[in-house]
């Protein structure tokens, strides 16, 4: 890959400027080799697998930012699905244990996050997979850096219920474990999750994937709302098309950095995710993105039309400049990680309703919004569903990772600070499904999962 004087100088005022970098290098390990009869020794291969290998990422990766000057904001660990890997320790008291050590390998390493505490449940659930579920307000209540996931559907095997059913009492009792409900943060509900995702909370290293791999995630929403607001009078096509080359010529550079960084450790170069991820910085958000196409407030009517137009041209700027565009791509449209959005919910611009609406069209879908914590757990389970039904039906990968706050009411607001930002407690339907929910089974998969 070569690139030109003006290619490096133009990156180099992106990165200093406009909030350029990679977001997250996340080094999936397989950790199916660890399993032991013997669960002290199985612990103690766990640890030294994430532990030798988190340090060696930590150095390569500094070597680079070093060398190019572009800021590697996070480096991270994803695993394979904790539930296949307990089956023969498939206690609650097991699963804790291991949730601590895994913990602290990523902790005493100096990983931030390490992904994959999960399970995928889309058609039925083991043993193992129930133990996990029991267990993850002890564990998020034991640990610091554990992110968990599920997956419980997929266009070919529909969306079980049955498992959507055991997630809003499991979040409500996290919500009470963990200060300010944090550990709520720290899991995320798929259908069609990839497993070669590079962002937290739903990185793990899939069953697919080889002993080792290392996916990267590019980020650069206020590059992308640089060139926007340089361009006020073109219209949709000519914005799209300058969205475009933006976004190729910022996933040119992360793969150059990602291919350098997986040679150098000596493993597979996985994936380069071009999802727009927001932080709270100022200018670093996708819903000013939105606002500077024209949009008075993210929101407002027409927000989903240009969140649409923002998908299509990241997707195939990113598709133009690498054949190994994964993960989700595209764009995260987080509550509590946005400035612009959480002015939004604040000012009544945004609602829970405009935001699902958003999902349809977005790369993943309900990110990080806080609800009142006398919430209903079957409502929590309702939102759930609904969001991932749009997933299900159009044949997309959606997610939800929502917090339910003890003692906060709609209009209220957490402060998390640094990553997690800002939640604005969201109003909810006071109307309840209950009745629907409790009937449990399985969302049939839809036509398109006759192709094969």
Known sequence: MTLSVEEIYETASMILYQNLDIRTTTLGINLKDCIDSDFNKFKDRVYNKIFNNAIRL???????????GVPIVNKRISITPVSLIMETHCTGEKYVEMAKTLDRAAGDAGIDFIGGFGASVQKGMTKSDMVLINSLPDVFAATERICSFLNVGTNVAGMNLDAVNLIGPMLKTTALKTKDAVGCAKFVVFVNAPEDNPFMAGAYHGIGEGDMSLNIGISGPGVVRSVVEKNKECDLTELSEIIKRT???ITRGGELIGRELAKNFDVAFGIVDISLASTTAKGDSVAGIIEAFGIESIGAHGSTLAVALLMDAVKKGGAMASGNVG???GTFIPVSEDRNMIDAVKRGALSLDKLESLTSVCSVGLDMFAIPGDTPAETINAIIADE?????????????????????????????????????????????????????????????????
């Open 58 to 68: 930590l150095k390569e990766a500094e070597k680079l930012e070093h060398k190019y």
């Open 247 to 249: 976004v190729f010529k």
């Open 388 to 452: 991932l039904a749009i997933g299900i039906i159009n044949n997309k990968t959606t997610a939800v990772r929502v917090i339910p706050v003890p003692g906060r009411t709609a209009g209220e607001s957490i402060d998390y600070g640094g990553l997690l930002g800002e939640a604005p407690i969201m109003h909810v339907n006071r109307y309840s499904s209950r009745e629907f929910l409790k009937r449990g089974g399985r969302l049939p998969a839809p036509v398109t999962s006759m192709r094969n």
């Open 327 to 329: 993960g989700l791509s």
